[in-house]
């Protein structure tokens, strides 16, 4: 065997990540709406780009913004209300929106409360750490040494903290948020709830009612109306004030259904940003020789540019044509006809990496006749049958819902039992893939779908 040096010339094919193909591949994987701050990212660095908003973008700013009286008539509107009421106004009054906090509704009830100076203090540390839910994440041990007050003082503060509304704020723990509300609701001094809070708690979610009865000497009615009191409070009591900023979506590509059964497919370009190129700015840097080469680049970088949007919107429309054409039963039939499909599968037909078909796919939206779906919803695993024909777990989910729906509500369904049903369907399934099923349809186990 041959162990020398030498040298050997050999022709090898790779590929190169360069900075055009990685634009493209960030362009295809940005929603719509995300599209538009990349792109104005993109014309910081390119003086020769002009980015402009699509007008439906625009509108959706719009509806955020206060109204059109504000916007035009804002003297004469205040004016007119100054002459009439004889007060002074204050602009801020008529914000379009206020949202209003968890902290902000606590602080503004410590605001009335007739406290010491030292009370109100400790009082706006506890609202201060509050968590999302509404419970007291401080604890007096682990802050003692940087609060100067006593634990009495501590301790009187927290039972004014959980006298302000939403009732159960401040609680430390589930039991205790409980106990608070029911310290505020007509069923208070019921000792046989209180006491089901405070010990029982696992028993309610178990359903253990009949145990219950027969440990407190009581009827089964007697438990069960304790237990309808105790579902009626709020476990988080501060997400009320959760406010999120809408999220907004929209369709990348329509899909319609003309008269004699055949699909057309059009994509959403009123979502899309409009590039223009900078022609002043262009003769301007022309005039300049030392910027003939900075000019060129920046020229090629607005081409590969347009091309590479242009490529995104071919590659989505392609993916949406080959998804309508495997799933034409859905979109005649129904969420029940959703076959087996793969992002393999779309890649060979059109020639392409399952990753780009991921990337054309994860959140883009495709409106229906049936509705508005992203498109990775039309790709989901199959289960094969005896016959060999193979069934989509969409499908699958379906006679496990429509299953549990016509079940005897106090002998339910267990998973075992589904599964053998579905197996003698002629569906190969293990208990654990219903079980699994199961929990993705948001459905409770057997044992606490149980009515008495």
């Known amino acids: 065997?041959?162990?020398?040096?030498?040298?050997?010339?050999?022709?090898?094919?790779k590929l190169a990540m360069t900075p055009e193909l990685r634009q493209a591949i960030t362009l295809l994987q940005y929603p719509a709406l995300d599209l538009i701050p990349y792109l104005q990212e993109v014309a910081q660095k390119n003086p020769l780009l002009e980015i402009e908003e699509p007008e439906l973008i625009k509108s959706l700013v719009q509806t955020e913004a206060p109204s059109s009286k504000w916007e035009d008539t804002e003297e004469d509107y205040f004016s007119e209300y100054a002459v009439?009421?004889?007060?002074?106004?204050?602009?801020?009054?008529?914000?379009?929106?206020?949202?209003?906090?968890?902290?902000?509704?606590?602080?503004?009830?410590?605001?009335?409360?007739?406290?010491?100076?030292?009370?109100?203090?400790?009082?706006?540390?506890?609202?201060?750490?509050?968590?999302?839910?509404g419970y007291l994440e401080a604890d007096y041990d682990a802050m003692a040494p940087n609060q100067p007050c006593s634990r009495s003082t501590w301790e009187a503060c927290l039972a004014l903290l959980q006298q302000l509304?939403?009732?159960?704020?401040?609680?430390?723990?589930?039991?205790?948020?409980?106990?608070?509300?029911?310290?505020?609701?007509?069923?208070?001094?019921?000792?046989?709830?209180?006491?089901?809070?405070?010990?029982?708690?696992?028993?309610i979610?178990?359903?253990?009612?009949?145990?219950?009865?027969?440990?407190?000497?009581t009827t089964l009615d007697e438990i069960q109306r304790r237990v309808e009191w105790i579902r009626s409070f709020s476990p988080k009591p501060g997400s009320v004030?959760?406010?999120?900023?809408?999220?907004?979506?929209?369709?990348d590509v329509f899909v319609e259904r003309l008269p004699?059964?055949?699909?057309?497919?059009?994509?959403?370009?009123?979502?899309?940003?409009?590039?223009?190129?900078?022609?002043?700015?262009a003769l301007m840097l022309a005039e300049s020789k030392q910027a003939k080469k900075f000019l060129e680049q920046k020229v090629k970088e607005y081409e590969w540019l347009k091309r590479s949007i242009r490529q995104r919107k071919e590659t989505i429309l392609n993916v949406t044509q080959v998804i309508v054409e495997q799933q034409k039963a859905f979109f005649e039939e129904g969420e029940a006809a959703l076959?087996?499909?793969?992002?393999?599968?779309?890649?060979?037909?059109?020639?392409?990496?399952?990753?780009?078909?991921?990337?054309?796919?994860?959140?883009?939206?495709?409106?229906t006749p049936r509705g508005l779906y992203e498109l990775k919803y039309f790709f989901n695993q199959g289960i094969a049958k005896k016959d060999g024909e193979l069934t989509s777990d969409v499908q699958i989910k379906q006679m496990i819902k429509q299953l549990i729906d016509a079940e005897n509500k106090r002998k339910p369904l267990s998973d075992q039992k589904i599964a053998q049903y579905l197996q003698d369907k002629g569906i190969h399934i293990a208990r654990r893939t219903v079980a699994k099923y199961r929990d993705e349809l948001g459905i409770l186990s057997s044992s606490r779908r149980k009515e008495i």
Do not use: W
């Not at 979610?205 to 000497?217: C, D, I, S, V, W």
């Not at 004030?241 to 369709?251: A, D, E, R, T």
């Not at 793969?342 to 054309?360: C, D, P, Y």
């Open 1 to 13: 065997m041959d162990m020398g040096f030498r040298l050997v010339q050999e022709q090898q094919l």
């Open 84 to 133: 009439a009421t004889d007060e002074y106004v204050n602009p801020i009054d008529y914000y379009a929106e206020k949202e209003v906090t968890l902290l902000q509704y606590i602080l503004e009830q410590i605001h009335y409360l007739q406290v010491t100076e030292e009370e109100k203090q400790i009082l706006i540390f506890m609202a201060g750490n509050l968590d999302e839910n």
């Open 165 to 203: 509304e939403p009732y159960g704020v401040g609680a430390r723990n589930l039991e205790e948020c409980l106990l608070i509300q029911l310290r505020h609701s007509p069923y208070q001094g019921d000792k046989l709830c209180e006491t089901l809070i405070r010990n029982h708690l696992t028993d």
């Open 205 to 217: 979610a178990a359903k253990r009612y009949t145990l219950l009865a027969r440990t407190f000497g």
């Open 241 to 251: 004030f959760l406010s999120q900023k809408p999220k907004y979506i929209v369709p």
């Open 260 to 281: 004699d059964g055949t699909f057309v497919f059009q994509a959403n370009d009123s979502v899309l940003p409009r590039i223009h190129f900078n022609r002043e700015y």
């Open 339 to 367: 076959k087996p499909l793969t992002l393999k599968e779309v890649a060979q037909a059109l020639g392409m990496h399952e990753s780009t078909i991921s990337r054309a796919t994860n959140q883009k939206y495709m409106q």
